[in-house]
């Protein structure tokens, strides 16, 4: 069974920073890329930061850019969002997600999530 376990969130004030964990089983983890989505109250999911596993190609969005960071751990099979001068704007439930091979746009594209964590940053 795949499962994708996250651990991190919670809240801090504007400016601050907080790590996320994304803790994968289950599936081979080179052969997947893993995506890290916020999902703000009345907004759609976004993709924020992708990792593909077996090159390290990281993607960001435009919003996080130089604030955020996607790591992986191949041997603990762990991918990290180090976020760092949070915006209050950065709030929302945040989800890891796995997709075969390559980052994916969509995520209807991703076949596996983490049970999701929320992070609250006030102004």
């Known amino acids: 069974e795949v499962q994708l376990v996250q651990s991190g969130g919670g809240l801090v004030q504007a400016g601050g920073s907080l790590r996320l964990s994304c803790a994968a089983f289950g599936l081979i983890f080179d052969d997947y890329a893993i995506g890290w989505f916020r999902q703000a109250l009345g907004k759609e999911r976004e993709r924020v930061s992708c990792?593909?596993?077996?090159?390290?190609?990281?993607y960001y969005a435009g919003s996080v850019k130089g604030r955020f960071t996607i790591s992986s751990d191949n041997a603990k099979n762990t991918v990290y969002l180090q976020m760092n001068s949070l915006k209050p704007e950065d709030t929302g439930f945040y989800y890891c997600a796995a997709a075969r091979e390559w980052c994916e746009d969509e995520p209807d594209d991703y076949g596996y999530w983490g049970q999701g964590t929320q992070v609250t940053v006030s102004s």
């Open positions: 990792i593909t596993v077996s090159d390290g190609t990281t």
